[in-house]
């Protein structure tokens, strides 16, 4: 063979060797690019000699940030991200890469402009590129879902303390109550003892003096007062069972205001109705419902009293149909389905023109032997009572001032089922 | 004037009634505080009307009411029922209410509304 020949030859089986080493490193890069683009962790590289420009940048990367490879690769992450966001990383890139030591992240929220936001725990550390360049490598692991879990591990453990609470709360009362049913009976008859004494004195006594009958007066007074508080006992600790039935509410709003009629002409109060439910029913027990309204006809005659010109002494007792606006707060007893907002409900409010209720004062108003009425008039039961008979059907009871001066009780129960239909007004 | 048979366990209260019924000589009272005791008291006294309490230990106002139905002699008399299950405030003021054919009166007890029940229930047995 000739030398040229032999060169030719020569050049050849280089070039193959070249090739071969050529392909056998492109496989191994492609083999390397397959590993990283299925790890389920995901890994980026930024090039600190060259402003942190990501330079490696994989599959899980671009579906944890919803940034595709092709717009990462060359770009910092001022033009990927928020420039807080930013500022954000290159402190800790910096930190990493002037102390020469990796760091772990172990929860950084970050929000990214097409995922929203999420948890990450990331792992940062310096390394050196095959070409001697400074290289950041970071790796993460999304663990969005394990801080959602914690969180609602944590709601559901502030839950069960709340209901752990509540039921604590509800024993008591209940205790108390089966105490109060007891108290409240056994008293009954040394009340009606003292009644039937005062009654006999009060026939008995041939022309007694004045003084004579006011005290036979107090006596009698005395123990009406006893009795109704022995009343608000026994109320209070004997709402169980409800005998539900589906009725327009006129039928008990109109007892009610009937019952309490010699109450609103002894006062000088006006007593004005507007019913605008269009005989849609509730499902309700009509005599504790009208034993609530009594109360709080009752409740607002009181404060109508102190109103000091008769002329301006009114109550207005309204009904509509309407969706409820918002939930009724957590009160915790939950003997049955409460209203939702969005629910079809009549809407009965009854609105004075009294003074008011102290607003520091609004939201104890429910609690037993709570009272802003002076001793003797009235037990404080009341409305605790009446709160309690509307969650056990289900409804609401709203307490406000309004902007003009007076109150307005307004009490939210569901709409019969059949009647869902009746239209709502606004 | 009317010969009244007050049936009722606590002896307090039916001394107080019985005063208070017989203040003047208005009516002839005689108090029964063991139901057990009722009917053959109420046979021995013949009263004209019967004053009940609805809740007793040994037996209800209920089974003495039935025991009386049960002989000829006494199943006319009106019977007028006391009890502490109801409260004057779950009555309407001034009216007496009814349990059925019988009055109910709410304790404590009303001097006046019960003497009321007497007269309007006394005229109606006598007027058959």
């Known amino acids: 063979m000739e030398d040229g020949s032999k060169t030719q030859a020569f050049r050849r089986d280089a070039e193959r060797g070249i090739e071969a080493v050529v392909q056998r490193l492109r496989g191994q890069e492609k083999f390397t690019d397959t590993i990283l683009d299925n790890l389920p962790l995901a890994l980026f590289c930024k090039n600190a000699d060259d402003g942190y420009r990501f330079v490696l940048w994989n599959k899980r990367q671009e579906d944890i940030t919803g940034i595709t490879r092709e717009e990462a690769i060359g770009h910092t992450d001022s033009e990927l991200f928020s420039s807080q966001a930013a500022k954000y990383f290159r402190e800790i890139d910096e930190g990493v890469i002037n102390s020469g030591r990796s760091l772990e992240i172990p929860e950084e929220k970050i929000s990214s402009p097409t995922v929203g936001k999420i948890w990450l725990r990331t792992f940062k550390c310096p390394i050196t590129g095959p070409d001697g360049t400074q290289l950041l490598l970071g790796v993460s692991e999304d663990i969005t879902s394990h801080i959602k879990d914690r969180e609602r591990l944590h709601r559901t453990s502030k839950e069960i303390e709340s209901l752990e609470l509540q039921l604590i709360q509800a024993e008591k009362l209940e205790s108390i109550g089966r105490l109060a049913a007891g108290v409240a009976h056994e008293v009954k008859n040394p009340l009606a003892c003292l009644m039937l004494g005062a009654q006999y004195l009060e026939r008995a006594l041939e022309d007694p003096s004045d003084d004579v009958k006011n005290v036979i007066e107090e006596m009698k007074n005395a123990v009406a007062r006893g009795e109704q508080i022995v009343r608000g006992l026994v109320d209070f600790s004997s709402l169980r069972q409800l005998q539900v039935e589906p009725i327009d509410p006129q039928t008990w709003l109109d007892r ?80 049955g389905e409460r209203v939702r907002k969005g629910d079809h409900v009549v809407r009965i409010e009854i609105r004075d023109s009294g003074p008011g209720f102290p607003p520091d004062k609004l939201s104890v108003i429910f609690d037993p032997f709570f009272t802003t009425k002076p001793t003797g008039k009235g037990t404080g039961l ?45 | 004037m009317a010969k009244v048979l007050l049936i009722d366990d606590e002896e307090g209260f039916t001394n107080l009634v019985k005063a208070n019924l017989s203040l ?101 047995s006598q007027g058959e």
């Open chain 2, 24 to 124: 003047g000589g208005k009516h002839e009272v005689h108090a029964v505080n063991d139901p057990l005791q009722a009917l053959d008291a109420a046979l021995s006294f013949e009263p004209e009307i019967i004053i009940l309490d609805l809740i007793m230990p040994g037996m209800d106002g209920g089974d003495v009411a039935a025991r009386f139905r049960e002989k000829p002699e006494l199943a006319d008399i009106p019977i007028i029922f006391l009890t502490a299950l109801v409260s004057p405030s779950e009555v309407a003021p001034g009216t007496v209410a009814q349990s059925g054919d019988y009055p109910l009166l709410p304790k404590p007890v009303d001097i006046n509304l019960l003497e009321r029940a007497i007269k309007e229930n006394l005229r109606s």
């Open chain 1, 382 to 426: 009341g409305m605790s009572v009446a709160r309690k008979i509307i969650a056990l059907h289900g409804g609401m009871i709203e307490i406000r001032n309004r902007k003009r001066g007076g109150a307005v009780v307004a009490l939210s129960l569901k709409v019969a089922t059949e009647f869902e239909d009746t239209p709502v007004s606004s």
């Open chain 1, 256 to 335: 009610a205001i009937g019952f309490v009629r010699h109450e609103c002409i002894r006062a000088s109060v006006r007593i004005r109705c507007d019913y605008q439910h269009q005989g849609a029913l509730a499902a309700v027990d009509s005599a504790k419902m009208e034993q609530v309204l009594v109360n709080l006809l009752t409740n607002s005659i009181h404060a109508l009293e102190l109103v000091e010109d008769r002329a301006d002494r009114s109550l207005e007792v309204t009904t509509c149909v309407c969706e409820l606006v918002e939930a009724p707060p957590d009160e915790g007893d939950r003997s």
